[in-house]
């Protein structure tokens, strides 16, 4: 059993929604176990320049439905000068912080861990991006809700799409993972999806997408067509694409880029349950002695995860989706 009697919880890198719901159950776990809970605002930048508040049960009432972070959120280039971590962990000291909840994606998590050089205090991530890049969970908070988001969003450009019998091009994010994508691509019954797994487009090499686009042109005649596109997937982006297809095929494709829209919005049921008892989890973990681990859920199980392992290889997309997307989806 480990003694903490102070904890502290922040958000980094892009928000997602869910994490307000972590932060709420992070504050109600401790606050049963008499912990003592700060919360730092603008990601780690709040640790360097001492900016937080203490949390208490009424600072989290009413906030499971909502989207963003009461905590804010940011990057930090601060903490990756080479003092940055030591100066990290010094000012956790100075507030007497036994132990820090990094809610985040992989980045945040290679923070933590340089923080953990310098501190002698307990280190847990929770992860929270809604790319599902992180490996060692089967979700992150904020999949889920930026799933329906983006399904939302393409089911109305289909719409339009169908109007006009039109090809459209739609980008998601994901950074450099195709998780999003693929999930979103499948949801909404596209066409075609491109992501990075699927592996390198150039302007030189179109005919693995032109093709299929041609063979639903000779199927169905002139008709909607929906492209998934990942960030990332395509030198200068998805616009680029757009006019490089309009020009190899002859037909107008039009670029829409859905961008933070995806990022926001009151998270889903389940997100709010997984936030919930992911940052519950961590809590009673930290008690338990947990240090520079991951609370994820696996199997509908939560488990700990080394946190030097979430960034050690990239989470794999479904190989059964992909194949069937590519045999038979794009029919």
Known sequence: MSTIKRLAVLTSGGDAPGMNACIRAIQLTASACNIEVIGFHHGFNGLLEQEYQSLHSHHVD????????????????????????????????QLNIDALIVIGGDGSFRGTLAI???????????????????????????????????????????????????IFLVELMGRHSGYLSLAAGIAAGAEQIICPEFGTLS??????????????????????????????SYPGGTTALAEALTEAIGIE?????????????????????????LGAYAVEQLLQGANLM??????????????AKTGDRTKAIDPFLVRWQQQIGSL
């Not at 991951?294 to 995860?305: F, H, T």
Request: one cysteine or more; glycine letters at 10%.
């Open 116 to 166: 953990s050089k310098h501190y002698s205090g307990q280190l847990i991530g929770v992860p929270g991006t809604i790319d599902n890049d992180v490996d060692g969970t089967d979700n992150t908070i904020g999949f889920a809700t930026a799933l329906d988001t983006a399904l939302d969003a393409i089911d109305k450009i289909r719409d339009t799409a169908d109007a006009f019998e039109r």
């Open 294 to 307: 991951m609370a994820g859920e696996v199997n509908g199980e939560a488990v700990l995860y080394p946190l």
């Open 203 to 232: 302007p030189a090499n179109l005919k693995p997408i032109i093709t299929p686009i041609q063979h639903a042109q000779l199927l169905k005649g002139k008709a909607s067509y929906i492209m998934i596109v990942a960030e990332n």
């Open 253 to 277: 494709c039009r670029a829409c880029i859905l961008g933070h829209i995806q990022r926001g919005g009151s998270p889903v049921g389940a997100d709010r349950i997984l936030a919930t008892k």
């Open 62 to 93: 009413n906030i499971i439905q909502r989207g963003g972070t009461i905590l804010k959120s940011a990057r930090c280039p601060a903490l990756e000068q080479t003092d940055g971590p030591a100066r990290a962990a010094e000012a956790l000291q």
